[in-house]
């Protein structure tokens, strides 16, 4: 337990947190599409690894495949420290006239919008508690819908050797849908990139729960994946637009704090709705109503330029 929780303490670290931070910092234009190219490296992590280290794990040498993830992680600490830099402070210093400028832009005789939020002002705001609910029910995706996703299929008839193949489709349609949402948060806003994502993921959830014809099966994870991928791409997105880039890390930490609810109860919701209802599908449709309810909370998410210092 001790161990775990070391791993998972630094895994916060070395995510979206920081990801965040210097995209938003080194790309002001273009930090949607930047970002969703950036957090790829999840799902082709999720894709490559267990490719790496499931033959050692396939010979019962779990001690080992422990040993190469940590030379793996030195190795890409290296990398970071060499190769990865914070922005000077001139472009920080543009970043801020650059977001108080789209700011003043059509509200004149309104009082200017704080350059960047600190965390007393954003616990002050409402978009700071509907951002969290929001967030908090589009992580269920990842406790009570990935895990399960393979027994649900498998329950439903699904063959063994067809059902890696639908979780990889899984995978290549949510890897293929960072850059998609990133460039849509650019073009609508975070806040509309993220309703679609909640939407799509509700319907294609339900898809999911009421597929049965291996037709219905491909499809529903195909679109269920191409709107799933979009989370942790629009989790920074949404915490720079509304609270600014200063104060992001303390921000988006306490935002995701929320993660802990589904992380405790969404594999038991999952599990009883197998072991009560004999299929994993009334709890999909509940995670499925969920993301409705984060799109309402998403409604009363504002933009920084549209909140006023309190």
């Not at 920080?92 to 600190?118: D, N, W």
């Not at 509309?192 to 994870?221: C, K």
Request: positive net charge; aromatic residues 10%.
């Amino acid at each position: 337990y001790a161990l775990s929780f070391l791993q998972f303490v630094g895994l916060n670290g070395a995510a979206a947190l920081p990801a965040g931070k210097l995209v938003g910092s080194w790309f002001r234009t273009r930090a949607g599409r930047v970002m969703g190219l950036t957090m790829m490296g999840v799902n082709f992590g999720g894709i490559t690894l267990p490719l790496i280290v499931g033959p050692i794990l396939a010979s019962g040498n779990w001690q080992l495949a422990y040993q190469l993830y940590a030379i793996m992680a030195f190795v890409f600490a290296g990398a970071v420290l060499a190769f990865v830099n914070d922005p000077p402070a001139t472009a920080l210093a543009e970043s801020a006239v650059h977001h108080s400028k789209v700011a003043a832009i059509g509200r004149r005789r309104r009082p200017p919008a704080p350059l960047s939020f600190t965390v007393r002002q954003a616990l002050r705001t409402r978009t700071f508690y509907a951002l969290t609910l929001a967030i908090m029910l589009s992580s269920f995706t990842h406790t009570a819908v990935l895990p399960q996703v393979a027994a649900h299929f498998s329950s439903q008839g699904v063959s063994r050797a067809t059902v890696p193949l639908v979780i990889s489709l899984l995978s290549a349609c949510g890897m293929a849908a960072k850059p998609i949402f990133g460039f849509l948060s650019e073009r609508l806003g975070a806040k509309m990139a993220m309703m679609i994502s909640l939407t799509g993921q509700s319907v294609g959830l339900a898809y999911i729960a009421l597929a049965s014809t291996t037709a219905a099966v491909w499809t529903s994870v195909a679109l269920f994946g191409l709107f799933m991928g979009a989370h942790s791409v629009m989790i920074p997105l949404l915490t720079r637009d509304s609270f600014g880039l200063r104060n992001i890390g303390s921000i988006m930490g306490l935002i995701t704090m929320s993660a802990v609810l589904p992380w405790a109860i969404g594999p038991v919701l999952a599990g009883l709705s197998y072991d009560i209802g004999g299929t994993y599908a009334y709890g999909f449709v509940g995670v499925a109503v969920g993301y409705v309810v984060g799109v309402m909370a998403l409604t009363q998410v504002k933009r920084m330029d549209e909140m006023e210092r309190r």
